[in-house]
């Protein structure tokens, strides 16, 4: 898992020279035809994030509305390259009054800082289907560099004629060094809301040509 890094801007470190990914294992020969422009395909995707609650149970949640621009170099991943802007007044946890709050000042503050942004600065493939991805988060103005462990879960023409790719993503920040220090503590000791966050990203992506309608 890719975990938070103080640093002012996230790199990535080269592994061992081996093939065109400039990996230690070569690509699949095949990915290279799945170069270009996709589009998350949000009713077959997840943007979403766990988080310890009361130091004994998990909230999760997930952000129904946001934009997407991805492009995937099947050849050369480094050349690969990501945008997501989210929408957080779309975040659903599945509870009104708990999600009224993290809308709230307390949290996104989504009045003044209705967008959280990813832009990717560099990819590698690691071997294999998996690949690191490092970029840059903005929540409430504040960037921090964050580094994405993707895993690619192959491709397939779907039956409206769409060409498909999946991959998950996984990460996890430290929530108050974006200014989300909101907290109270317990009796016994610890804290109601760690501040340890997993972002996770269950991508479907439909290659930029059209969208789904079903």
Do not use: C
């Not at 708990?98 to 503050?109: C, E, I, P, S, T």
């Not at 060409?163 to 996984?170: A, K, L």
């Amino acid at each position: 898992m890719g975990i938070f890094s103080r640093r002012q801007t996230a790199t990535i470190e080269p592994t061992p020279a081996g093939g065109p990914s400039g990996g230690g294992i070569a690509l699949d020969p095949s990915l290279g035809d799945l170069t270009g422009q996709w589009t998350i395909d949000r009713p077959h995707s997840r943007i979403g994030f766990s988080v310890r609650h009361a130091m004994v149970t998990t909230v999760r949640g997930a952000f129904a509305d946001y934009e997407s621009s991805l492009y995937f170099d099947g050849a050369r991943p480094a050349a690969s390259r990501a945008e997501i802007v989210i929408r957080v007044g779309s975040v659903d946890t599945g509870v009104e009054q708990r999600d009224a709050h993290l809308v709230g000042a307390d949290f996104f503050d989504a009045r003044r800082f209705p967008d959280m942004v990813f832009r990717s600065t560099a990819a590698v493939h690691e071997g294999g289907e998996s690949f690191r991805m490092a970029g840059d988060l903005t929540i409430r103005d504040v960037t921090r560099p964050v580094e994405l462990q993707l895993d690619y879960l192959g491709s397939v023409v779907d039956p409206f004629g769409f060409e498909r790719v999946g991959f998950d993503g996984t990460t996890t920040i430290d929530r108050t060094d974006w200014g989300l220090v909101y907290n109270q503590r317990l009796a016994a000791g610890g804290t109601m809301v760690s501040e340890k966050v997993r972002l996770q990203f269950d991508i479907s992506a439909v290659r930029a040509t059209g969208a789904p309608t079903a």
